[in-house]
């Protein structure tokens, strides 16, 4: 909130006639050396917000053992290929994980960061299989529960490859490109078709960093707890999943059966633990990520009447901007209608069958939209307006600096 003050404050103070005219005359062409900006900044400084923003707020669950240091970069670029292509995916994972933390905590009186271990697959038993289903936890005699409370808080975070200042490097990083953004709306200077697709993916992974502030980040070692005399099952495995049930899994968390961590060596990628009765908490994600892509693609609108190389660009960039507002507003209110339906009844059924035509057909045009919105920022960069290499003229909300 004191942030939103500043911003406010910030941008209120109007600048001079003198200050107007002078933008106004540098928006047509940008000789002064001092106050123009190369195409390289342009596109470095996206690129460089683009990769603090996935880098830091992607949280991969723990990985399987004995992985090299290659397969655990490819692990990770794979989820930060996902956060770009389809942020609100990350989203809603990280909505699932921190609910589910939550209740834990609140269940069992323990933090909120062993919450997020046993449901990132942190905990392990004394054999190597992870525990991360409520019923390990709650059978009787256990002593999975009292050998998680006696880890510290400490002793998980040592394992973080994160903490509190890296996160805010990133979200300063985050910061102060939107507010380089709305300084050049401010003083009438073009925001280029990359800078407003940057600026979405800010926004959303603000999100996912709050999200998740607390999950410890990049965890190879989980911790084992419980009786050391466990006996080993002869079956063990890694879990491998079709693509289907892959993308099921990172839209609502669901792995329908197909994963059982008792003969598991780790914890699927997108999985989040067992929730017992799981449909609300998957409807409450399900917005979310709804919620989070419709954002998205209005800031991605923010561009509709930007000057484009060629008409064809403009009507494809409005066209798709549409879409990746409207697919998932339409998705978010047939899960809600769903949701407030009475079980069983006509209209139920009726919602149920608009959501799964709409899915059906909106997920292939969603992505398709999406990658159209990827490639079009760079394809406008070869003929930018005059004005958007000028840069901020600072000295009109700091007078001391001009």
């Not at 953004?181 to 926004?203: K, M, S, Y």
């Not at 839209?251 to 799981?278: C, E, Q």
């Amino acid at each position: 909130m004191l942030l939103l003050f500043v911003l406010v404050h910030f941008f209120s103070k109007q600048p001079t006639s003198a200050q107007i005219l002078a933008a106004r005359g540098q928006a047509d062409s940008c000789d002064d050396i001092n106050n123009c900006r190369r195409l390289f900044d342009i596109v470095w400084g996206c690129l460089t917000t683009i990769f603090a923003c996935t880098w830091v707020s992607v949280h991969p669950n723990v990985a399987p053992p004995d992985q090299s240091r290659l397969a655990l970069l490819w692990r990770r670029l794979k989820m930060m290929l996902i956060a770009v292509l389809a942020p609100e995916v990350i989203v809603g994972f990280a909505a699932r994980q921190l609910f589910f933390a939550w209740n834990f905590s609140n269940k069992f009186n323990i933090s909120i960061t062993h919450g997020f271990f046993f449901s990132m697959g942190g905990f392990v038993s004394h054999i190597g299989h992870p525990i991360t289903t409520l019923v390990r936890v709650e059978e009787p005699d256990s002593e999975y529960l009292s050998d998680m409370k006696k880890v510290k808080v400490s002793s998980i975070m040592d394992k973080s490859k994160g903490d509190t200042l890296s996160k805010g490097v990133a979200l300063a990083q985050g910061l102060w490109f939107t507010i380089q953004c709305l300084a050049r709306v401010h003083q009438h200077l073009p925001v280029t078709e990359f800078e407003v697709a940057t600026l979405a993916f800010a926004v959303v992974n603000v999100f996912v960093w709050l999200l998740w502030w607390k999950k410890p980040l990049d965890v190879e070692e989980p911790i084992p707890i419980g009786p050391p005399g466990e006996e080993r099952r002869a079956e063990t495995i890694t879990p491998h999943f079709s693509v289907p049930d892959r993308l099921i899994a990172a839209l609502i968390g669901n792995y329908d059966g197909h994963y059982d961590p008792k003969i598991s060596t780790s914890v699927p990628t997108f999985w989040s633990a067992d929730h017992g009765d799981p449909y609300d908490l998957q409807v409450d994600t399900l917005l979310i990520e709804c919620l989070v892509g419709a954002i998205f693609g209005a800031i991605h609108c923010a561009a509709w009447s930007a000057s484009f190389p060629s008409a064809d660009e403009l009507w494809m960039w409005r066209i798709c901007s549409l879409l990746i507002v409207t697919i998932p507003s339409l998705v978010g209110v047939f899960t809600a209608l769903v949701g407030m339906a009475p079980s069983n009844s006509r209209a139920q059924d009726i919602y149920n069958g608009a959501f799964s035509i709409t899915l059906v057909l909106g997920v292939p045009i969603y992505i398709i939209s999406r990658l159209f919105l990827i490639i079009l920022p760079f394809t406008t960069l070869r003929a930018l307006p005059p004005g958007a290499f000028t840069d901020v003229n600072w000295s009109v909300y700091i007078p001391h600096l001009g």
